[in-house]
């Protein structure tokens, strides 16, 4: 079985702080991790992907997630936060040779101006 | 290139009425798949199709069918709507089945 724990439901930030969206997953093998962006009204955007190398993975819009293998973890950073990053935020595991992804429950991220 | 499309994008229905939500994706993606999104439940997969001519049981199939029309359309349908089926429907798409999924926009739809 695979699985996500987003152990936050939010994520409150102010402008300008850095933002650490945390997720940690449970898997069979080698993991495949994904960030997706959720605005409101809209479909989910990918962000980036780990999927074996570098353990520091860079993303759009600034994003990055750090892999750790021995803490099973794939957090989401940003630097500096925006106001536009205000948003729902994903994380997803998928097994070597599984092609169905596992979704957590999301984070709801708001950067206060 | 307009990537995954959907439609429609609100419906409202009745309890026990049938309907069939469309996707398509214009580029040339060998897998597709439904999903559905409900409050603090992430996204859970319905049915996916790993290539044309083939579908498969996701983990949430039940009162749903699918049917992978072509490479390009990969349509849900709803044979008898009840209220638990109210929710957010996305269809996606990837090269195969072990690569990155972009989504479409999304298909709200509302069963009384």
């Known amino acids: 079985a695979q699985s996500v724990a987003q152990p936050e439901d939010q994520v409150n930030v102010a402008e300008g702080n850095p933002l650490t969206v945390k997720c940690t997953y449970s898997?069979?093998?080698?993991?495949?991790l994904f960030w997706y962006v959720q605005y409101p009204n809209r479909g989910l955007q990918f962000l980036l992907k780990?999927?074996?190398?570098?353990?520091l993975v860079k993303g759009s819009y600034g994003f990055e997630a750090e892999f750790n293998k021995s803490q099973t973890s794939f957090h989401l950073k940003k630097p500096s936060a925006l106001v536009s990053d205000s948003a729902l935020y994903f994380c997803?595991?998928?097994?070597?040779?599984?092609?169905?992804?596992?979704f957590g429950k999301g984070n709801q991220v708001v950067v206060i101006p | 290139n307009a990537g995954v499309t959907q439609t429609p994008k609100f419906q409202v229905l009745k309890t026990g009425q049938s309907m069939t939500l469309q996707c398509a994706q214009d580029m040339n993606h060998n897998s597709m798949y439904w999903y559905r999104q409900d409050p603090g439940m992430g996204l859970r997969l319905i049915y996916y199709s790993a290539s044309e001519g083939t579908t498969d049981k996701g983990e949430v199939p039940n009162g749903y069918n699918v049917s992978r029309l072509n490479k390009r359309e990969f349509s849900l349908r709803l044979e008898s709507a009840a209220p638990s089926q109210t929710s957010v429907y996305f269809c996606?798409?990837?090269?195969?089945?072990?690569?990155?999924?972009?989504f479409g926009p999304g298909t709200r739809l509302l069963v009384l």
């Open positions: 898997v069979s093998g080698n993991p495949y």
């Open positions: 996606a798409s990837s090269v195969h089945r072990e690569e990155t999924q972009y």
């Open positions: 780990y999927i074996t190398g570098d353990n």
């Open positions: 997803a595991v998928r097994a070597y040779g599984n092609n169905r992804l596992a």
